[in-house]
Nanobody, 121 residues
């Protein structure tokens, strides 16, 4: 079993940066791909970014490409989302998730509780 706890959210202005962190517990973290998702008020949850078990492969939603960077530290069981040039439309609750497999396949098994990111204009 994997437990995930996100942190790093907050209220920022447009153009600012934030780094979200996701702390994982459990022995299988390093063998799982990880992802970040977000859900804005009144909208469905959407994919933001994913990273393979080793960090060699990453994938991003078109809306965040060039602005967000996903990374991980398997020694610390941490996953990060560096968010630059934030826009008001990035406002959402951000969730960390752990895949069943080493590579991103859309089969996320565990989810964190989320961290709020609010970007003011």
């Amino acid at each position: 079993q994997v437990q995930l706890v996100e942190s790093g959210g907050g209220l920022v202005q447009a153009g600012d940066s934030l780094r979200l962190s996701c702390a994982a517990s459990g022995r299988t973290f390093s063998s799982r791909a990880m992802g970040w998702f977000r859900q804005a008020p009144g909208k469905e949850r959407e994919f933001v970014a994913a990273i393979s078990w080793s960090g060699a492969f990453t994938d991003y939603a078109d809306s965040v490409k060039g602005r967000f960077t996903i990374s991980r530290d398997n020694f610390k069981s941490m996953t990060y989302l560096q968010m630059n040039s934030l826009k008001p439309k990035d406002t959402a609750v951000y969730y960390c998730a752990a895949e069943r497999t080493r590579y991103s396949s859309g089969s996320y098994e565990y989810w964190g509780q989320g961290t709020q990111v609010t970007v003011s204009s």
